[in-house]
């Protein structure tokens, strides 16, 4: 069960930890409260294909809501998650979440909308990340190209057979698979060839200046045109306004996120986002 995996990933990585930092003690304490109370909520962000003007996606990205405190974003407490091994039942809650939520807006008619999913190195290389991308599906009932699985460059760049067979095993499930942040790792592009990736995200430090910035522009250009050469979708992150989406529409990038289109939001929102086809950006959550 994922709390048993949470400890015994905790069992493992404090041998390895100094504990004599308390802040991290008390975050550590937190998180492992957060799984058991179910203090973890998803917000979701739509992705906009640009010719077509339609919510083809929703990342769904992972809060902190304790208990009558501020929600916590994931940047505050993700790397702790990594570091403790936690992030492996974390993950595995945020993968059902997803799937059940996707489900759910299939059933109400939303039968294109593909659900992306951030996942951490240390999911693959620790826990079954195979069986509990399998269990979330068969237990939502989404079908699996719906799912769309974000990884890192740091995932895809680690290089070990295992992780190559992993992400041929996921690709053999019919999940689609993306490169988060694209453009911020290391630049060593001979994993595109290696991995049987679908999308592209450009990352937001190259969309956020692209239209006073010649270079952010020359870098995105090249993206698209790497992408369009080997047959994969690009997603630019960090849209916030009018004039970056129409350099990107000219530069042929297929779909969008941003806040110009919508912050990510809670589900009843998203819900609402949804079923207004022509909205407004919403400006509320984080
Ligand atoms: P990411 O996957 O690159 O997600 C995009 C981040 O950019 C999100 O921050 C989103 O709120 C923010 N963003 C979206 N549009 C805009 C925009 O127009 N302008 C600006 N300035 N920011 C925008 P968030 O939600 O705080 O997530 C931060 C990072 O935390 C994510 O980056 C991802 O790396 C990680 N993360 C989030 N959820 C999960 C999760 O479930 N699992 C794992 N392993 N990591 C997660
Ligand atoms: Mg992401
Ligand atoms: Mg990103
Ligand atoms: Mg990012």
Redesign the pocket.
């Known amino acids: 069960h994922a709390k048993d995996v949470g400890r015994n990933t905790y069992r493992f990585f404090a041998d390895q930890m100094n504990f004599d930092n308390s802040e991290y003690l008390r975050l550590r304490t937190g998180l492992q409260r957060a799984l058991e109370r179910d203090e973890f909520l998803l917000h979701y962000?739509p992705q906009i294909d640009l010719q077509s003007g339609e919510i083809v996606g929703l990342?769904?990205?992972?809060r902190w809501q304790p208990p009558a405190l501020e929600i916590v974003?994931?940047?505050r407490f993700?790397p702790m998650a990594e570091e403790s091994g936690m992030?492996v039942s974390i993950?595995a809650w945020?993968l059902q979440e997803a799937c059940r939520q996707a489900a759910v807006w299939h059933r109400a008619g939303q039968t294109k909308l593909v659900m992306a999913?951030?996942?951490?190195a240390v999911q693959f290389k620790r826990g079954d990340l195979l069986q509990t991308v399998t269990e979330a599906l068969t237990a939502s009932g989404l079908p699996p190209s719906c799912l769309e699985l974000?990884l890192t460059e740091s995932i895809l760049i680690s290089d070990t057979a295992k992780v190559l067979s992993m992400v041929d095993q996921l690709k053999e499930l019919g999940v689609k698979l993306s490169i988060?942040?694209f453009g911020t790792g290391y630049s060593c592009l001979a994993y595109l060839k290696r991995f049987r990736v679908d999308r592209l995200k450009i990352d937001?430090s190259f969309v956020r200046h692209i239209t006073t910035d010649p270079n952010d522009e020359a870098i995105v250009r090249a993206i698209v045109q790497l992408a369009n050469s080997l047959g994969l979708k690009t997603v630019a992150?960090?849209?916030?306004s009018e004039a970056a989406l129409q350099s990107l529409i000219s530069l042929g990038c297929d779909d969008a996120?941003?806040?110009?289109f919508a912050r990510?939001m809670t589900a009843a929102d998203a819900a609402a986002f949804l079923s207004n086809d022509k909205a407004s950006p919403v400006p509320r959550a984080?």
Do not use: C, K, T
């Open positions: 962000q990342e769904a990205l992972v974003p994931p940047g993700i992030i993950g945020v999913v951030n996942l951490s974000e988060d942040d937001q992150e960090g849209v916030e996120q941003g806040y110009y990510p984080m």
